[in-house]
T-cell receptor, first 114, second 110 residues
Framework: AQSVAQPEDQVNVAEGNPLTVKCTYS??????LFWYVQYPNRGLQFLLK??????LVKGSYGFEAEFNKSQTSFHLKKPSALVSDSALYFC????????????FGGGTRLMVKP | KAGVTQTPRYLIKTRGQQVTLSCSPI?????VSWYQQTPGQGLQFLFE???????NKGNFPGRFSGRQFSNSRSEMNVSTLELGDSALYLC?????????FGPGTRLTVL
């Protein structure tokens, strides 16, 4: 069975500071990893994905994520946070033989204060 | 290209009733997945359809069912509604790899 853990329910950061949202995963075989963002009363918006290749993945809106196989982590990062980045962030994993079934973490609320 | 559309956006039902939700995927996408989002359980996978066949199924009771049509549009049905079925139901379509989500249908069961 595959699983995702997001250890922080909420992350607070000041505007302009770097941010990190943590994610660890468990899956058989090579993982396909994703980050999504959700704004109030909206569906999920795709940010970035890791399938294979470079461990540092760049995505939308200046976000990037670092894949670490030994630590089974896929932390989301941004060098300089914006107030408009405040939202709910979800990490997800898909196994090799799971079709398109995603297993999501519990979500982390990011609050960026001016 | 139009995104994933879901209808209706909001729905209020009473316990015991049944409900049908609709999802139109992005043109050309053949895979449609459904997820339930609740404050307590988070995002949980319901099922996935590909070329009119159910490819994966999550751990939900048989009251939850779905189908996919030849034009890739999908419906999900929940029978004998319970209060705990109140949730945001999200549909996602996929061509290769990443999934694109619709805005969801907010179901409230009274």
């Amino acid at each position: 069975a595959q699983s995702v853990a997001q250890p922080e329910d909420q992350v607070n950061v000041a505007e302009g500071n770097p941010l990190t949202v943590k994610c660890t995963y468990s899956v058989s075989g090579n993982p396909y990893l994703f980050w999504y963002v959700q704004y109030p009363n909206r569906g999920l918006q795709f940010l970035l994905k890791y399938i294979t290749g470079d461990n540092l993945v760049k995505g939308s809106y200046g976000f990037e994520a670092e894949f670490n196989k030994s630590q089974t982590s896929f932390h989301l990062k941004k060098p300089s946070a914006l107030v408009s980045d405040s939202a709910l962030y979800f990490c997800a994993v898909r196994g090799n033989n799971a079709g398109n079934m995603l297993t999501f973490g519990g979500g982390t609320r990011l609050m960026v204060k001016p | 290209k139009a995104g994933v559309t879901q209808t209706p956006r909001y729905l209020i039902k009473t316990r015991g009733q049944q409900v049908t939700l609709s999802c139109s995927p992005i043109s050309g996408h053949r895979s449609v997945s459904w997820y339930q989002q609740t404050p307590g359980q988070g995002l949980q996978f319901l099922f996935e359809y590909f070329s009119e066949t159910q490819r994966n199924k999550g751990n939900f009771p048989g009251r939850f069912s779905g189908r996919q049509f030849s034009n890739s549009r999908s419906e999900m049905n929940v029978s004998t509604l319970e209060l705990g079925d109140s949730a945001l139901y999200l549909c996602a379509s996929s061509l290769i790899g990443e999934q694109f989500f619709g805005p969801g249908t907010r179901l409230t069961v009274l």
